[in-house]
């Protein structure tokens, strides 16, 4: 199995910050759009944002202006910093490559919780 590694999810309160990141295999994560995806209990897996090789990034309207994707090639890392949070940002998060087609195995993911 070739998975992510995603870190950084925790308890914070509504208003709060908090920077989630993702270390990808390096023969996947030098070539492809990467993706953070976040997956609410009761709904469906759905994309948050991506930021292609070259790191241009396009969001989620849900989450625009609030979120920042962000990656680091040298590290293979992935980075989401995540301002003004809000409860129904509550969920927990994968990485991966996309936006399309995901061809990582999915991590544990981390879990965000955002309550007061």
């Known amino acids: 199995q070739v998975q992510p590694v995603e870190s950084g999810g925790t308890l914070v309160q509504p208003g709060g910050s908090l920077r989630l990141s993702c270390a990808a295999p390096?023969?996947?994560?030098?070539?492809?759009?990467m993706a953070w995806y976040r997956q609410a209990p009761g709904k469906q897996r759905e994309l948050v944002a991506h930021?292609?090789?070259?790191?241009?990034?396009s969001y989620a309207d849900s989450v625009k202006s609030r979120f920042t994707i962000s990656r680091d090639n040298s590290k293979n890392t992935l980075y989401l910093q995540m301002n003004s949070l809000k409860p129904e940002d509550a969920a927990v998060y994968y990485c991966n490559t996309g936006p399309v087609s995901q061809f990582l195995d999915w991590g544990q993911g981390t879990q965000v919780t955002v309550s007061s």
């Open positions: 390096r023969n996947i994560f030098s070539i492809y759009t």
């Open positions: 930021i292609t090789n070259a790191g241009t990034p």
